[in-house]
């Protein structure tokens, strides 16, 4: 089973994220690297699966020269090969335009599953995932939190509102993770030796056959503004916990309004 | 040139983004000046069309199959972007519900669309369309310019208000091809009685103060409120709730008219995730706790005791 987990790196989930002076992208000193917790499932994910049926992972990213150390860090947890497209170019595009460079190094590996997270915990789109299932031309099952292959078919649980629905399909497939679907595991101390001697291939557009041009976004970030601040703070006081509580719903009936 | 409403159905009856996402929809034709087609995908659901003219569709549109009974994205998909095409669609609204950010995502690649998922504010200024969109589980908010045609903007469920606003919505019967359907439908589980997070008015959170899973004294409140139960990343961590309650940055984003966060210190990605609650109550032991500075309204004591006070009291207001 060869399976290709498309993995981001992005800044960890505790950073503080402060608007760039240009006002459309955030100021990245001092951010903390990791990978997108949702692909950080989507490696244990293929991990599993082929410690359960043999086979091979690949890691398979986008991203400037440091996003190397995320690479690193997935082949640490038990990856075997990894390939990081780095290009000016590719660095420029928006989220389609990233779905199609993935799509295309895709066309050059062989692979029966492709694993995603449901998004990354950057741009919050839910897109690339899906978008490079749609430009492969296979079906897509989306926040997958529990799946299971037997005999060429996978059949995946995939939360929706109150509920979840179980979908099954031919490999290939691509799916994309929910949380809940494993606790992923660390690297080890061996496995932080493995990686370091482990294949990772860096890739340009040129290597994957793609002009720059066809890869105009179809969206643009405009500005980017910190949520409006919240005024908070306000304490309520009594002397008994029954008053403080008469009080805040007194407050939330008659002042909030929320009642 | 139109606008598409992406209509929203489970078994035959709308999701509430259905009303928020055909309102959306409305205004958008207007700045435009073009019609609005709702559009209704499933199995049986022609009767229930109609309903979507009293909230603005001009028309409504009905993609009536038996493989269309579950919303499933790739049939979905395969419908939508040839009406898309033969109604010469200029944006097409859809609600950003699990299976709407699917559907969104895949129509984007399949019609080269600029999207703005997830947002939670649409302009449109001299026919140009633009979204406000969380980003960073909510410490940045982006402004997206969106280029292509069509355009899709997949709204948030809960940010865009419901507006009555009857028009014609004369129904068509549109004659469909959903595919091969390469992915087969094996079953659906709802719990029935569970207010979805993301559509929730009003949401009690209990966190790490809690100190185990037993969360009656949330449930009770939560009751008396109408509201959903959500949880802390710890609480969950902890295998005391559900993955599916949790609320930040790495769980669900979501915006009520009332959040009350119980035993919840306010972690950075906690706060992310809830900051755009309307109202913000925490009840917390720890005077120092970060969630006090968003909270319009504080209470510094033991939950345990607070909060079947405060159940007691919204009780007796209620009558």
């Not at chain 1, 292959?149 to 399909?169: M, N, S, Y």
């Not at chain 2, 028309?59 to 199959?65: P, S």
Request: charged share 25%.
């Amino acid at each position: 089973m060869d399976i290709v987990v498309l993995l981001k790196q992005v800044p960890a989930t505790e950073s503080i994220i402060a608007v760039g002076g240009d006002g459309k992208s955030i100021k990245t000193d001092d951010l903390k690297w990791v990978i997108s917790p949702y692909d950080e499932f989507a490696v244990e994910e293929a991990l599993r699966i082929r410690e359960g049926q043999g086979g091979k992972v690949t890691i398979l990213t986008v991203g400037p020269d440091k996003a190397t150390e995320a690479v690193r860090t997935a082949l640490a947890m038990g990856a075997d090969e990894g390939v990081l497209i780095n290009d000016p170019a590719a660095l420029a595009c928006d989220g389609l335009g990233v779905a199609r460079i993935l799509a295309a190094a895709l066309k050059q590996m062989p692979f029966d599953l492709v694993i995603a997270g449901q998004r990354a915990v950057d741009d919050d789109n839910y897109l690339v995932g899906t978008a490079v299932a749609e430009y492969m031309g296979i079906p897509n099952i989306s926040m997958v939190n529990r799946e299971e292959i037997a005999d060429g078919k996978i059949k995946c649980r995939q939360t929706i509102e109150g509920g979840t629905v179980t979908l099954e399909a031919d490999l290939p497939v691509l799916f994309t993770t929910q949380r809940g679907l494993n606790e992923p595991r660390y690297a080890s101390l061996p496995g932080i030796m493995k990686a370091k001697k482990k294949p990772l291939e860096t890739k340009s557009l040129a290597d994957l056959g793609i002009d720059a041009a066809t890869l105009q976004p179809v969206t643009a970030i405009a500005a980017l503004q910190p949520p409006p601040e919240r005024k908070g703070g306000r304490i309520i006081e009594g002397e008994t916990a029954a008053e403080k509580a008469a009080e805040l719903v007194k407050l939330l009936s008659e002042e909030a309004k929320v009642l | 040139m139109s606008v598409l409403a992406i209509a929203e159905q489970r078994d035959g009856t709308f999701r509430k983004v259905t009303y928020e996402v055909v309102s959306e929809a409305r205004r958008v034709a207007d700045s435009l000046g073009t019609d609005l087609a709702a559009v209704v995908l499933g199995s049986g659901v022609e009767a229930i069309a109609g309903e979507l003219g009293k909230y603005g569709a001009d028309k409504v549109l009905v993609a009536d199959h038996p493989a269309l009974a579950e919303q499933i994205t790739e049939p979905y998909t395969n419908v939508i972007a040839d009406i898309a095409g033969k109604q010469s669609a200029e944006v097409l609204v859809i609600g950003a519900s699990s299976q709407g950010k699917d559907l969104a995502a895949r129509l984007a690649a399949r019609l080269n669309a600029g999207l703005a998922m997830d947002c939670v504010a649409v302009t449109v200024e001299g026919g140009n369309v633009a979204a406000t969109r969380p980003m960073y589980g909510g410490k940045v908010l982006a402004e997206v310019a969106l280029n292509g045609s069509p355009k899709i903007v997949a709204v948030r469920p809960n940010a865009m208000s419901i507006t009555e606003n009857p028009k014609d919505g004369s129904v068509e019967k549109l004659d469909v091809d959903p595919g091969e359907g390469r992915l087969r439908f094996v079953e659906k589980k709802l719990e029935t009685e569970k207010v979805e997070l993301t559509e929730a008015d009003v949401i009690v959170s209990g966190g790490r103060g809690m100190g185990g899973s037993d969360y009656t004294l949330v449930e009770g409140l939560a009751e008396v409120l109408g509201a959903a139960v959500g949880a802390s990343r710890s609480a969950v961590d902890e295998g005391w709730r559900p993955h599916s309650d949790q609320v930040g940055q790495t769980g669900k984003t979501v915006s009520p008219n009332l959040y009350v966060a119980c035993g919840i210190s306010g972690a950075i990605q906690h706060l992310a995730g809830m900051s755009s609650s309307k109202v913000i109550v925490a009840i917390n032991k720890d005077p120092e706790a970060p969630i006090f500075s968003k909270a319009d309204y504080g209470i510094v004591g033991d939950l345990f005791e607070i909060v079947p006070l405060v159940t007691e009291e919204i009780k007796k207001r209620k009558g």
